[in-house]
């Protein structure tokens, strides 16, 4: 499975941008997800969502980033408002197999197994 984002940017703080990922197959039972990761920081969840839908995301984007799918086009999504210098880093794409509901598809980095190459977000205060 390849996986290449787009989108990326530079942008100042309280601005919006959409990040793409395509997929070169995404299927009901792939969940997939946005990670990011910050100079001299670990690679953290930003956020998932799983073939049915459902969807999970880190506290620090609640309210300001959506998540969302479209398995016909095998394209992924993510929206991000209201951005802050804080959301500054490398984003990446991921996913995994996963069925809907069997409780493998989480924000932890470590247990997705397809990665992109990643798109840099800059937000400037």
């Known amino acids: 499975v390849q996986l290449v984002e787009s989108g990326g940017g530079s942008v100042q703080a309280g601005g919006s941008l959409r990040l793409s990922c395509t997929v070169s197959?995404?299927?009901?039972?792939?969940?997939m997800g946005w990670f990011r990761q910050a100079p001299g920081k670990e690679r953290e969840g930003v956020a998932i969502i799983e073939g049915d839908r459902t969807t999970t995301y880190a506290d620090s984007v609640k309210g300001r980033f959506t998540i969302s799918r479209d398995d016909a086009k095998k394209t992924l999504y993510l929206q991000m408002n209201s951005l802050e210098p804080e959301d500054t880093a490398m984003y990446f794409c991921?996913?995994?197999?996963?069925?809907?509901?069997?409780?493998?598809?989480?924000?932890?980095?470590?247990?997705?197994?397809?990665w992109g190459q990643g798109t840099q977000v800059t937000v400037s205060s």
């Open positions: 991921a996913g995994k197999w996963s069925w809907p509901g069997s409780d493998i598809c989480t924000m932890i980095p470590r247990g997705f197994n397809y």
């Open positions: 197959e995404l299927r009901y039972n792939f969940c």
